[in-house]
């Protein structure tokens, strides 16, 4: 099967041109002149349209195994695929974890049945405890390791603990200290992995709680427990440890201006620290509260305009490489709590693209940055360029095709996710993904999910995973 997609205007991180795409089969055949004579079974007119590698969300949590009523694979892929996401990085903490190779292997194969797009899976770093699991992990392929500094684990589960008071011992792993993260950077550095952090200092948390001295009841409350000084003491120490261990660490879902800063200095001293940002910390402040409630909150948590446009400054000087939507769905009836007891988390794949791309009509970030923060620098960061991340000869063919001045309204009933209530539910964007294809094959068309599941595990490319 060849296909050609004729008439756009293909968009990479440091060019603009007119071309069409050739596809045969899975991969792409051509970059070819644009009105280029060939044969193809299949054309696509898409004159006015924007061509981008597929676009890739590294930071999922699809809630598969283990909380159905929140989301399960098949839904958060094909919601992946409306929103013009071709590839998923799917978070460890479903229930089992994924902390070593059999649960990696096993996860995959749970996946692959109903996967509407591709997905690369993260492992779980619980400190000293699964040490020994990280080179097995990354020869597996993934594509980073990630611990959630500060949070105890059920020992059984592996889930999340946020409670930990009145659990016996016995059943909880306590959260690595320091000097077990740095164990845990210096084995992935050796493996050449990424290690990748929430960044929140629970003994920070904790005194902050204390020092408030009540349940969290205003939005001002739930931002003194969470200070912006907890992030920034975990970016701090993480940057410390990448410098003495040269381990490529990575900041998720980075939320305030003390941090863009924290990770600039390192960055400006050669210190292998990135970070991720994360749609709501980019369009959202605290003031929406009052008309978002709940539906807004996020650990860390959405602050104030001045951290907003220290993101954005971030952003647009390559600061954050990466952007993620941290989709964690909790069910309409969890939401509904209040401030104090309401899941932190937002439904957030199928969103992703569309705010990013209203930004950059807005002027707010170039297309060409677009290109590298969703996709290319993405796909590098995670070890699975060239084949995802680059429109180029050999690559798989996974195409976001986008109308840039389609001007229409996020709407959480047409959401396809099992969650459907968004916190930009009624807000105009401007910039559209009217088709997707996951190599070579349509999967999205029109804003609406086409096809057969067909998405496939894609391994992390691991040079320096040793035989041993
Ligand atoms: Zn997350």
Redesign the pocket.
Known sequence: MRALLSGGMVITPSSRVRADILIDGERIAGMLESGAKVDVDQRYEIDGMLVFPGFIDP?V?SRDPGAPEKEDFAHCTKAAAAGGVTTILD?PNSMPAVVDAESFEERARQHEDVAHVDFGLWGLSTGAENLGELPTLFKAGAVAVKVFWGYYLDRSTRALVYEPGGIHADALIPPPDVGELLEVCRTVARLGGVLAA?CEESSILRAAARDLGRDVETYDDLLATRPVAAEAACIALGAELARATGCRFHV??MASGRGVELVRQAQQKSIPLTAETCPHYLTLTAADHAALGTTMKVFPPIRDEEDRESLWRGVADGTITSI?S?H?PHTLEEKHSSLANAPA?VVGVETLVPLMLDAASSGRVGMERLAWILSEGTARLYGIYPRKGALRLGADADITVVDPAATWTISGDRLHSKQRFTPWDGQTVRGRAVLAFLRGALVMQDGEPVGQPRGKLVRRANPQVEET
Do not use: L
């Open positions: 930071h949590h978070m929430h998720v879902h993620g941290d964690a988390g």
